[in-house]
């Protein structure tokens, strides 16, 4: 079966670093998705990944290693706004995109 | 804007009503999905359309349908509606064109049957 695994639940705190992990056991690949949820709010986008290595968007970057099955979303200078899920989600062979259960990103002041 | 709109925020129906959610899209976008979201699961797809009356199923369409009469509309319809569909559900359209297409989301209907 296919498979995203993401932690459940993290805790930051302002204005560190954080590295969220996500591996993954598809049927074929087709690019990596990382969105932001906010309580009670819908998904949005951050970033994409399909080739190896890292993509930097601000405070942002998103990893993958196709090898592996594994991507990380670090982010960095953490503000209590990015207080959110984060959720993980790889496009397959049929190009349907396949989410895990998202991580719960708490940030302490 | 690009924009994703449900027609409702909160529902409450009975069992066994028949409930419809509306979603209409105003990018143009070929590709429409209906998504349900459960505390410590991911968003599991219901259905799918990539064009006018056209539908596939997902990985969980029991007891759902879905009508796409026109390309900006896209509607989930739960036939007679039980408890276990209680859900936050979502509605999501994207471009025809791979690659980093991104998908783009309502924001959310939170149902409940009771």
């Known amino acids: 079966g296919q498979n995203i695994d993401q932690p459940t639940e993290m805790t930051a705190t302002e204005g560190a670093i954080v590295q969220i992990n996500c591996t993954y056991q598809t049927s074929g690949f087709n690019g990596l998705f990382w969105y932001q949820q906010h309580a009670g709010e819908a998904p949005t986008f951050l970033s994409y990944?399909?080739l190896d290595g890292l993509e930097e968007k601000g405070r942002f970057s998103s990893f993958l290693s196709r090898s592996k099955g594994y991507s990380y979303l670090l982010l960095k200078e953490l503000q209590m706004k990015d207080s959110a899920s984060y959720l993980c989600a790889v496009r397959d062979s049929n190009y349907q995109l396949i989410w895990g259960a998202g991580t719960k990103l708490i940030i302490k002041p | 804007d690009v924009k994703v709109t449900q027609s409702s925020r909160y529902l409450v129906k009975r069992t066994g009503e028949k409930v419809f959610l509306e979603c209409v899209q105003d990018?143009?976008?070929?590709?429409m999905f209906w998504y349900r979201q459960d505390p410590g699961l991911g968003l599991r797809l219901i259905y799918f359309?990539?064009?006018?009356?056209?539908?596939e199923k997902g990985d969980i369409p029991e007891g759902y349908s879905v009508s796409r009469e026109k390309k900006e509309r896209f509607s989930l319809i739960l036939e007679s509606a039980s408890t276990n569909q209680t859900s936050m559900y979502l509605c999501a359209s994207s471009p025809p064109e791979q690659g980093d297409t991104e998908a783009f989301f309502g924001q959310g209907t939170r149902l409940t049957v009771v």
């Open positions: 990944n399909v």
């Open positions: 990018m143009d976008h070929e590709n």
């Open positions: 359309s990539y064009d006018v009356k056209m539908k």
